[in-house]
């Protein structure tokens, strides 16, 4: 039988490397998609339904790959390395192929794929954790995963501001920074996935194991069928996440769709018509923005884990999404583009506690043949309510905040106030 060993800090940090890829590209996601849909014309309303993809596929991808990954097993490949590379790979492929989008409908399309490889990487990346940490180690190893979410993401955000000074002009409908910044994230992308598989081994299943998964009769709905199960037996503690995540990843999403032209907004005084000049300047500094938060996501990062283990994993989460939530209601109200830094470190300490500290609440509830699929049902936590953000925002937006992004990251910064609320209530082991 296997046994958990204690991994040194540097053993930890080499199996989360690949996480640094995977971020890297939704950092690009999340900063640049907008930007390269409003240089292909699309309209405010829009933009939440060209973003559907994301969420979309997450919710079909995640909790699919994530139960196979739980029934596979191959001494030469492992468990959950095989999903991280074939992530990779769809991943790198789409980011070479996305600056050659000539409209606003091949741009949506490849973001789908694009997504459906992030989403094919994540989870399992999740459950590796789950896998090779005990107890003790796993609040290290799921806030190494909020360190490479920061590192990463700055990188992708950073090449929006700096490419810019470097690639001018453009080619065909988009600028060359486009291509600099999606190329760069694809030699990324697979580069540290191939890192953390080559470092990094998994641990075997025991005998037992491994006859339970030979016994297991496998069909085509076998992930499906696992999923349902899964949810039927899920601890009370997920379904208390369940509403935290409605809306702090509502709020999200209403953010990351509109900070830019919030940005140019109340800075530059621009539109993507009005100004296509200064807006370019807005995109790129709000790329630098966005670069921050993560500085201060992956800064921060290591500080959290002690306050979990000596406060309670939900009291820390509470305070950092309350954080997040000031510096969203501060945001749009700055003129001045250096305090903008300000506001957002703010949600860079926010953003820090979301990608690791909720792991910490659940994975003490779940039984360990499961961590797979109970990773990806939470990662439906999170992509159902942007997806009922991507349908019903720009009605919203359209309707009721005057298609204002400002008002629009006003709005984020209140549900993200409801979010720390709703922490308090959940009930979860120390």
């Known amino acids: 039988m296997f046994k958990k060993v204690k991994l040194s800090f540097w053993q930890i940090l080499n199996m989360n490397v690949g996480f640094f890829g995977i971020q890297y590209s939704f950092g690009l996601q999340q900063s ?5 849909y409003d ?4 309209s405010a309303d829009q933009i939440p339904l060209l973003h559907l993809a994301g969420p979309v596929t997450g919710l079909l991808v995640q909790p699919v790959v994530g139960a196979l990954s739980d029934k596979t097993w191959s001494p030469k490949f492992g468990r959950r390395k095989p999903y991280f590379l074939i992530g990779a790979i769809l991943c790198s492929l789409t980011l ?3 600056p050659f989008s000539s409209s606003l409908w091949m741009a949506a399309g490849l973001l789908w794929i694009l997504d459906a ?7 399992p990346y999740r459950a590796f954790i789950a896998d090779k940490l005990d107890e003790e180690q796993q609040p290290l190893g799921f806030q190494m995963q909020s360190f490479f ?5 700055v990188l992708s955000n950073l090449s929006l501001f700096i490419f810019p000074l470097i690639f001018i002009g453009t080619v065909g409908a988009l600028p060359k920074w486009v291509y600099a910044s999606f190329f760069l994230g694809a030699v990324v992308s697979i ?5 953390s598989i080559y470092t990094t081994n998994e641990i075997p299943p025991t005998e037992e194991e491994l ?6 009769k496998g069909h085509f709905f076998q992930p499906l069928l696992e999923i349902f199960s899964a949810i039927g037996d899920m601890p009370k503690v997920m379904w208390q996440l369940a509403l935290v995540y409605l809306f702090q990843w509502y709020a999200l999403f209403c953010y990351w769709q509109n900070s830019s032209k919030s940005v140019a907004l109340s800075v530059w005084d621009a539109t993507p018509k009005s100004n296509p000049v200064a807006y370019e300047q807005a995109v790129s500094w709000t790329g630098l923005v966005n670069g921050w938060y993560n500085v201060v996501t992956f800064l921060v990062a290591f500080l959290l884990v002690g306050f979990a283990k000596k406060y309670s994993a939900k009291y820390v989460h509470a305070v950092c999404v309350f954080i997040a939530a000031i510096g969203f209601l501060a945001f749009p109200h700055i003129e001045n583009k250096n305090m903008l830094l300000v506001a957002i470190s703010g949600f860079g300490i926010g953003w820090a506690s979301m990608m690791g500290i909720p792991y910490l609440m659940v994975v003490s509830e779940i039984p360990k043949e499961r961590y797979g699929v109970y990773m990806g049902i939470i990662n439906m936590m999170i992509v159902i309510p942007m997806i009922f953000q991507n349908i019903s925002f720009g009605y919203i937006l359209k309707n009721f905040l005057n298609n204002d992004p400002r008002q629009a990251i006003t709005f984020a910064g209140v549900l993200l106030v409801i979010s720390a609320l709703c922490t308090l209530l959940i009930k979860t082991k120390k």
């Open 149 to 153: 979410t920061g590192f990463g993401q």
């Open 191 to 195: 580069g540290s996935i191939l890192w």
């Open 117 to 123: 490889g992030n989403n094919t990487a994540m989870e």
């Open 211 to 216: 006859q339970k998964l030979k016994n297991e």
């Open 39 to 42: 240089f292909l014309g699309a």
């Open 32 to 36: 640049a998609v907008t930007p390269i």
């Open 96 to 98: 070479l192929a996305f």
